[in-house]
């Protein structure tokens, strides 16, 4: 009997940003997979030209909501190593402290309010309002844990502001670090309870493996998120962060001429999984046990399972955090205002967005006005291998329901956690 | 009575505001309660058909279909909503209408600029393309500013949004003022309403909200020159959020 394969999804939802899903076999026969992203790409590179320094953070970070605090840093730390700024110990150990917070809101956003509704088999969050209500409730508290993290550190939920070359410009008091720490601790049995729920409806998430190179930051000792080299599990030599265009290789794909990158092979992945397959055994107690609940081992390479890595990390930044603020505290808490004598100079800075590796870097001239700006994205980097993913996913379940196939293919994307508004390098396609 | 129907879009833009809503959490349940939302693409899979009584429109117009887009959103509401500084005056994404359109595609794809997907057009806001019933103003908006005009929409009133500078909010905060650090505040000609979170956070105001109706120029100028500066200092800082608004030419010839 004849059958076709027809499936054409516009704007995937539940994701940031725009992409389409297109797939059509007949009789068994894939005549083609594509994953577009009809996304309006708005040339932030382009338009950093001419702006100063001290202004370069406030602009990028409007490149994303979800990942401000990520794209301030990594334009902080480029701004830092073209202008050779040093940063005190305790502003280092602060920008790790701040940076967990959008950790926090962006995993349990992801995993709680956008894929949730899929192990579950419902259309949003909505309905399990109702369903779900205590689920949904311990999401909500640690969304907004994740939240007021950045509001007490970096001055804002979204688009931070205390973030600046050299250091903060206001620092949390110590009375406030103290009391955040009890929020911290309090957030444990919800975090646990939300690995307890997703692990009741973890058999929805499907068995699908290819063997792929995984790339984040990597840093001796540390499960990092902020500092280190740029790691792969293609290679035991990681590379300075300086050199990171030779490791995105940013190129146009014959078979559908959006920019892809790759480094040892066709594709990579960048995100939580990553961070897991290069970092797991620096991972804190509380984190490792979530990550064996799950059976999530280091080497796996089931891109659904990203989602079971954002959890256990979600576990980890709260874990460390507490760590953290208790250093702080037993160090006690310095004031210091950066100050910066602007110069020319070429930079780069590279730091671990939710979704991904992110690679920022500028030139100015001795005035400390941008010239040059070179900016890769985490989703952007994911992108060839979601294409590689969908390759090899299709021919396995084309046996299956165009409703069943489409779910797979959604789910996938939405595994990766994209970020497409994000993409300063997405090509703008619509295949018609 | 059924409740309205609430549909939300997006064009270019960082989502964020969006996600401000997103953060109201228990008090987006609330909401929920007195209206249907309809569409959401960021957080639901259903799909409006026909018409709805609400649109919340986040982010700039930068191609042309993207102003079909709007008309048709625009088309199909009674009320349309534009949501934060990319919809009601371009915001960053302005910054591009600086540059040549083959300049700035050049510049991010190289060699392949001239292929005809990437074709951009100069930033529009949403209010300059169709006609905007409410704009909530922000980068990103301000969630407490967002409610309350929904609530004035529910019941019929006309939101009250602040036409004084972030400077009132500033002095009520008790901030010891940015230009007392040497810095250059866009405060004084920045409509307010943010309760002055920026200059709050050791920063200086950064213009996210617009020139305030009316700015008092005089008293701007009074205070650049106290501190050294001019008002060509300000305009090029207010650049940043507000590329191509009129008011800086207000403040220029004041």
């Known amino acids: 009997m004849s059958r076709t394969v027809d499936i054409s999804v516009h704007h995937v939802t539940r994701v940031e940003g725009h992409g389409n899903i297109r797939v059509r076999a007949v009789d068994g026969t894939i005549e083609r997979i594509e994953w577009q992203v009809p996304e309006a790409p708005r040339f932030f590179e382009a338009m950093v030209r001419g702006q100063k320094w001290e202004d370069i953070q406030t602009i990028v970070s409007r490149i994303c909501g979800i990942c401000s605090v990520t794209h301030s840093f990594a334009a902080v730390k480029a701004i830092e190593d073209a202008m050779g700024i040093e940063t005190s110990e305790q502003t280092e150990k602060l920008r790790v402290l701040t940076h967990y917070g959008e950790q926090m809101e962006s995993h349990a956003l992801h995993v709680g309010y956008l894929v949730a509704p899929d192990l579950l088999g419902v259309n949003s969050v909505v309905p399990l309002v109702e369903t779900h209500p205590e689920a949904v ?7 907004r844990l994740g939240n007021r993290w950045m509001e007490i550190l970096a001055g804002r939920r979204t688009h931070p502001v205390s973030l600046r070359p050299g250091g903060f410009s206001m620092l949390p008091g110590e009375k406030q670090l103290r009391e955040f ?14 690995a307890e729920f997703v692990l009741s409806v973890a058999d929805r998430l499907p068995k699908f493996e290819r063997p792929t190179e995984y790339i984040a930051l990597v840093d001796p000792g540390q499960y990092t998120f902020y500092h280190g080299l740029i790691g792969s599990t293609d290679t035991e030599k990681p590379k300075p962060v300086r ?15 959006a920019k892809w990158c790759k480094w040892h092979r066709d594709a990579y992945a960048v995100g939580a999984l990553a961070r897991f397959n290069l970092n797991a055994e620096h991972l804190l107690p509380l984190a490792t046990t979530v990550a064996k609940q799950f059976g999530l081992e280091k080497g796996c390479c089931n891109p659904y399972m990203n989602n079971v890595a954002q959890l256990v990390e979600a576990v980890q930044v709260v874990e460390h955090g507490i760590q953290l603020i208790d250093e702080l505290l037993t160090a006690g808490l310095k004031p210091e205002r950066p100050k910066v004598k602007p110069r020319a100079g070429w930079g780069a800075g590279a730091v671990e967005a939710p979704r991904g590796i992110l690679f920022h870097s500028y030139e100015f001239d001795a005035a400390g006005i941008c010239r040059r700006a070179n900016l890769t994205i985490p989703t952007n980097q994911n992108h060839a291998n ?8 299709v021919p396995q379940i084309l046996d299956r329901s165009e409703d069943d196939i489409r779910l797979m293919l959604e789910m996938l994307v939405r595994a990766y956690d994209p970020c497409i508004s994000c993409s300063t390098h997405y090509l703008d396609i619509e295949f018609v | 009575m059924s409740k309205p129907t609430v549909a939300i879009f997006d064009f270019a833009c960082c989502e964020g505001c969006q996600l401000q809503i997103v953060n109201l959490e228990e008090e987006l349940l609330d909401l929920i309660s007195v209206v249907q939302p309809v569409e959401w693409r960021e957080a639901m899979s259903d799909k ?12 700039s117009i930068t191609r042309p279909e993207d102003e079909d887009r709007v008309r048709e959103i625009r088309k199909r509401c009674k009320i349309l909503i534009a949501l934060g500084a990319c919809a009601t005056f371009g915001g960053v994404n302005k910054l591009k209408n600086k540059f040549t ?35 909530v103003e922000g980068c990103p908006i301000d969630a407490g500013e967002f409610t309350y005009i929904v609530r004035c929409l529910a019941m019929g009133t006309d939101p009250v949004i602040p036409s004084y500078p972030v400077c009132v909010e500033c002095k009520l905060r008790e901030n010891v003022c940015r230009f007392e650090y040497g810095e250059l505040c866009l405060g004084p000609v920045t409509r307010a309403g943010c309760n002055a979170c920026c200059p709050s956070a050791g920063a200086w105001c950064f213009g996210c909200r617009g020139f305030v109706d009316d700015p008092n120029v005089n008293a701007a100028k009074d205070v650049l020159e106290k501190y050294g500066l001019t008002i060509e200092d300000l305009n090029s800082r207010m650049e940043l959020f507000n590329y191509g608004q009129e008011p800086a030419e207000n403040v220029k010839n004041g």
Do not use: W
Request: hydrophobic fraction near 40%.
């Open chain 1, 243 to 257: 050199e990171f265009e030779s490791v995105v290789n940013e190129f146009v794909s014959p078979q559908s001429t």
């Open chain 1, 181 to 194: 720490k009890k929020e911290l601790e309090a957030a444990v049995p919800d975090l646990q309870a939300l």
């Open chain 1, 137 to 143: 409730k311990t999401v909500i508290r640690l969304h």
């Open chain 1, 386 to 393: 979601i294409q590689k993913d969908f390759e090899a996913l």
């Open chain 2, 101 to 135: 359109m083959d300049d700035v595609r050049k510049c991010v794809y190289g060699d392949a600029a001239d292929m005809p997907h990437l074709s951009t057009a100069p930033t529009k806001s949403v209010c300059e393309v169709v006609q905007v019933d409410y704009r």
């Open chain 2, 48 to 59: 409006a058909d026909g018409d709805f009584d609400i649109a919340i429109v986040e982010g």
